[in-house]
Each structure stands twice: as structure tokens, then as C-alpha cells.
């Protein structure tokens, strides 16, 4: 199993990112994938889900009607659209999936919300 995170940056608060994640190694259009991020000295959180269909997607409340996820079965590959940005959004980004009873991450992608 292998997932690559990637689209992250510098950007301004009120800015956007798309942040992508490629899967590879399992059957990604069987299993549900997850973003988590991590700020600096605090511990990783859950950002948002996204089942199989991407018909649930529960988000952190701090992101609801900021952040969506979004997934491409025939690409592999899973998003998070980022609208709004604010200085606490800045971390590093993480996709997660639990396939047979262990769970993959990605290396991460920096994300910072600065002027």
C-alpha cells in the first residue's frame, strides 16, 4: 500500500489548496480514506472522511463549509479542497486507510496559512 500526498504550500488566509493523496496497492474504491493534519505540538486530528461511494463525508466542525473531500475511484485518487484558509489550518496534512486490519499513511504535505 502506498499513498503520495501532495498539493500543499504557502498561501495567504482566505486562500485555497487542493491537496491530492494517490493510492496504490489495494482496491481504493473499496474502502473508505480519511485526511488528518498535524500542527506543531499538538497532536494528529481527524479533517475529514469519506466512505467507499463518497456518499458520507463527516468533517472536523472546525472545516465544515471550508474543506470538502472528495474521491476519484477511476483515478485513485482522493482530495481536499481547502477554501478560506486561516492561520490555524497550517499542518501537516496526512491521508490515512485501514485496509485488513492495518492502517497506511502518507508521508504528508506541508500546509502553512501565513501573510
Known amino acids: 500500500v502506498q499513498l503520495v500526498e501532495s498539493g500543499g504550500g504557502l498561501v495567504q488566509p482566505g486562500g485555497s489548496l487542493r491537496l491530492s493523496c494517490a493510492a496504490s496497492g489495494f482496491t481504493f474504491s473499496s474502502y473508505s480514506m480519511m485526511w488528518y493534519r498535524q500542527a506543531p505540538g499538538k497532536e494528529r486530528e481527524l479533517v475529514a472522511y469519506?466512505?467507499?461511494?463518497?456518499?458520507?463525508?463527516p468533517y472536523k466542525d472546525s472545516v465544515k463549509g471550508r474543506f470538502t473531500i472528495s474521491r476519484d475511484n477511476a483515478k485513485n485518487t482522493v482530495y481536499l479542497q481547502m477554501n478560506s484558509l486561516v492561520p490555524e489550518d497550517t499542518a501537516v496534512y496526512y491521508c490515512k486507510v485501514s485496509t485488513s486490519g492495518r492502517t497506511y499513511w502518507g508521508q504528508g504535505t506541508q500546509v502553512t496559512v501565513s501573510s
Open positions: 469519506i466512505s467507499p461511494t463518497g456518499g458520507s463525508t
